[in-house]
């Protein structure tokens, strides 16, 4: 039995779940609503402010799909419970991000400034640190992939770079800093 498929998902009072019998799952909370089509192999049960998934036998293929289909419920009650958020820090001299509307511009070191269009389900927030350092960009919405894809492409626009440590990352990421040609010859 999968470790994570067994765990029940537990459903908060002001969440409210919908099985349909095509395996479709539809969860309603507060911040938003989420739907998601699970492997129609799958036993999807809800009783006592819990939910279930069992698989029927255990193929391969099956096997993958019980604990996807788990965390993917899970991810969908917390999402429209309490939301999920990334923070992309920006480092690097001259490196700015300005909210714009709903889209962000970012100053990233090319000869023009690169703009992120807003993406329908998730919000940004900036948050200056230090003017000529240190930005942060917080990344939020209800759908756990969604807000992580965004937050990829933007890290993608300016990855870290070896040598400074200049770009944009993830928070509480780390960079291992390469030695520079001067610091290698003297060895």
């Known amino acids: 039995m999968s470790r ?13 779940v919908n099985i349909e019998p095509d395996n479709t799952v539809n969860v309603k909370g507060p911040k938003g609503e989420l739907k998601q089509k699970l492997a129609r192999e799958l036993t999807i049960e809800q009783a006592d402010g819990k939910l279930s998934v069992t698989r029927p036998n255990n193929q391969a293929r099956i096997r993958a799909q ?5 965390t993917l419920v899970h991810n969908m009650v917390v999402g429209v419970a309490e939301g999920h958020s990334t923070v992309l820090e920006v480092h690097g001299v001259g490196y700015r991000v300005q909210a714009e509307g709903k889209g ?9 400034p690169v703009k992120v269009s807003p993406v329908e389900g998730v ?3 900036v948050i200056v640190q230090d003017k000529t350092r240190l930005q942060m960009i917080k990344v939020s919405g209800i759908d756990k992939a969604l807000v992580g894809q965004v937050a990829a492409d933007i890290r993608k ?7 400074k440590g200049k770009g944009v ?7 291992k800093l390469k030695a520079g040609k001067r610091a290698s010859a003297k060895k």
């Open 4 to 16: 994570i498929g067994r765990l029940p998902v537990v459903i908060p009072s002001q969440v409210t």
């Open 66 to 70: 019980h604990g996807l289909a788990r």
């Open 104 to 112: 962000l511009t970012l100053a990233l070191g090319y000869s023009h």
């Open 123 to 125: 919000d940004f927030e």
């Open 157 to 163: 626009l300016r990855k870290p770079e070896p040598y």
């Open 169 to 175: 990352r993830y928070q509480g990421e780390v960079i």
